[in-house]
């Protein structure tokens, strides 16, 4: 079989410098496996989304029993079975906290969807003027012109500047920052043009792993919440238990308005996105005028094939992977009491399942550090998937992977510490 691909254009990729891609013939659990005959163990689950790992026989089996049954139907003016299944599991697993699911097909969409409804939950209420949001700095929300206005200003989105909407940034909080962030956010409510404010809880993933703390989210959504700013938590990638609960907002008393939720949501089988909003903000929609109405909609919307995968994921991490998160989460620890001190580590961070190293590199941290490239295929010539952000390499292991196949990403990483910053090894 051949690895070139003519007519394919790769994400994230300046095709003239890629290397050939490799060609995945299969996968199983945290393992996936080339034409050539080569395994790798998916460290990142391929991009955050497989939390069981690859070829997971439940969801599968689930999604063959529903493709039997329904397969697709609009779902304006029509229901089905799984779409109910699954908006009442998800406002179950919020705590009731929530009580509307709207349905899209990833997190970008997600994300234009949440922006969308805090906008027009002002335009409705006849409030004129509250037109921005509020995000923070080095956030990502994803590719979509709407979630691209939101995220961090960076190269990934200099070309379409002109065509971004304003947002105002304020800083990842730290101890040291919280005062002023609370400041910013209060100065920013004052000028009367917010309508919400965006944020990924507790971790900024693209933007290199950063973390912060549950007291400052608290912190940061009390204040927001104080001045009638509609707050929405991005937990696209920090649902279904990657940060060690099963969503980042229960570490916090104090909950958002808009929850946007994909990735693990069906684990790795199916496009999804969903914006789960309040009552208050859903009660702004309705009207007899018709042009209070959300105007948006997929043709995809609430496929019944990716809810069916959808419940039979929540199903696993309810109730089989609550120990196997518990598992990583110690390891983790325990691997970086074993690093830490290493010289080549600027910085170790550490949430649930999910373990960042900033490495000591003599360019900036930065995702275009050329250290990304040496790393990546460095990894992946020893069988481990990592796709550093930079020199931040992080490991957002499938729950499913084995102790032995976790110690096999820790060693390599370990030795990744002296090769890749001696320039000694390739
Ligand atoms: N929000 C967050 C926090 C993300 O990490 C991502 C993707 N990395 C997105 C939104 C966009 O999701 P998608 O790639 O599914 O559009």
């Not at 944020?199 to 204040?223: D, N, T, W």
């Not at 995809?300 to 989460?329: E, F, Q, W």
Request: with cysteine.
């Amino acid at each position: 079989m051949t690895n070139t691909t003519n007519h394919i254009w790769h994400p994230f990729t300046q095709m003239q410098l890629a290397d050939a891609p490799i060609h995945i013939s299969h996968g199983k659990d945290a393992l996936l496996f080339d034409t050539d005959g080569n395994e790798y163990i998916d460290a990142i689950s391929s991009w955050w989304v497989n939390i069981h790992g690859h070829a997971n026989e439940a969801i599968a089996k689930a999604i063959a029993e529903q493709a039997l049954q329904l397969e697709q139907v609009i779902f304006a003016g029509f229901i089905h079975t799984p779409a109910i299944q699954l908006s009442e599991r998800i406002i179950q697993l919020l705590n009731n906290h929530f009580s509307k699911v709207f349905f899209s097909d990833n997190g970008s969409t997600a994300v234009e969807v949440a922006v969308k409804m805090a906008l027009q939950y002002w335009h409705n209420k006849g409030v004129t003027g509250k037109t921005k949001i509020l995000a923070l700095e080095n956030g990502y929300h994803g590719d979509t012109f709407g979630a691209m206005s939101v995220g961090g200003r960076s190269a990934f989105n200099a070309p379409f500047e002109n065509h971004l909407f304003e947002t105002i940034y304020i800083p990842t909080p730290t101890a040291d920052n919280i005062d002023d962030c609370l400041k910013m956010i209060a100065d920013a409510a004052k000028t009367g043009t917010v309508a919400g404010f965006i944020f990924e809880p507790l971790i900024q993933g693209s933007g290199g792993m950063i973390m912060y703390e549950p007291e400052h989210l608290e912190a940061m959504i009390r204040e927001a919440k104080s001045h009638d700013i509609i707050c929405i938590a991005d937990e696209v990638m920090t649902g279904f238990g990657r940060t060690g609960k099963l969503f980042a907002i229960d570490y916090i008393d104090t909950k958002p308005d808009i929850i946007c939720l994909s990735k693990g949501l069906t684990g790795g089988f199916m496009p999804m996105g969903l914006t789960v909003c309040t009552e208050d903000i859903y009660n702004a929609f309705l009207s007899d005028d018709r042009k209070k109405t959300l105007f948006h909609g997929h043709s995809y919307t609430a496929n019944p094939l990716a809810c069916a995968a959808a419940l039979a994921s929540i199903k696993l991490v309810n109730h089989d992977r609550k120990s196997d998160i518990i598992a990583i989460k110690l390891s983790h620890a325990n691997f970086i009491h074993e690093i830490k001190d290493h010289p080549a580590i600027k910085d170790v961070r550490h949430r649930g399942t999910i373990l960042a190293i900033e490495f000591k590199t003599p360019e900036d941290t930065s995702y275009f550090n050329s250290f990304r490239d040496r790393a990546y295929k460095y990894y992946i010539s020893r069988g481990v998937l990592l796709r550093p952000l930079g020199n931040v390499v992080y490991i957002m292991p499938p729950y499913c992977i084995t102790i032995e196949q976790l110690d096999k990403v820790y060693s390599v990483l370990k030795q990744s510490l002296t090769d890749l910053t001696t320039h000694t090894a390739q």
